[in-house]
């Protein structure tokens, strides 16, 4: 039981590079298949924080690996979106900001000699959820305009859920600084 929200983290990581590899396949279906592939990872995302929650199954390998391949299959969906032309661009370039900015912060504040791991938070599952199920819909339905209000909305939680990381880390900072400075200093 120790290792299968791990093994469900990597399933969902070697499921990534196969996202474009069926979404530009020349089979009649390979939208279909696209999108089962994205919902099988869903699905193991899904499996595997419920597990590791219930089971107090928390591992540093999770905590890097995990948002990592959220993170990575969102960013590879939109990507084929973009060049399939069914989402603009400025969509994927804010996207891509957004995410590298975070993996690369994520990677710094863990490697770093006090760990510091960010939490999701109510505006990320919230985003997520809405990113996620844009882009089934646009999967089912690439025509369809309406949905492209969606992929906006999206979009804008995204930012507000990255706002409040910024803001949660620049309150951990603050709180940290004022902490050092008010400890006794030896000469």
Partial sequence: MKNIPNILTAIR??????????????????????????????????????IARKYQLITPF???FDPLADKLMLLTALTSLYV??????????IMLIKELFMICTGIYLFLRKEKMII?????????????SLAIVLLLISPGMLELQYLVFAAVL???????????VMVQHQKTKK??????PHEH
């Fill in 13 to 50: 990581l070697i499921l990534v590079p196969f996202f474009p590899i069926i979404f530009f396949s020349n089979h009649p279906n390979a939208h279909l298949f696209a999108l089962i592939i994205f919902i099988i990872a869903g699905i193991t995302d899904f499996l595997d924080g419920a």
């Fill in 62 to 64: 999770g905590t890097v």
């Fill in 178 to 183: 004022k902490i050092n400075s008010e400890a």
């Fill in 157 to 167: 939680f995204k930012l507000i859920a990255f706002s409040s990381y910024v803001r």
């Fill in 84 to 93: 399939d032309q069914t989402i603009p661009l400025w969509v994927l370039i």
């Fill in 119 to 131: 939490p999701s938070n109510i505006f990320g599952k919230l985003a997520t959820g809405v990113f």
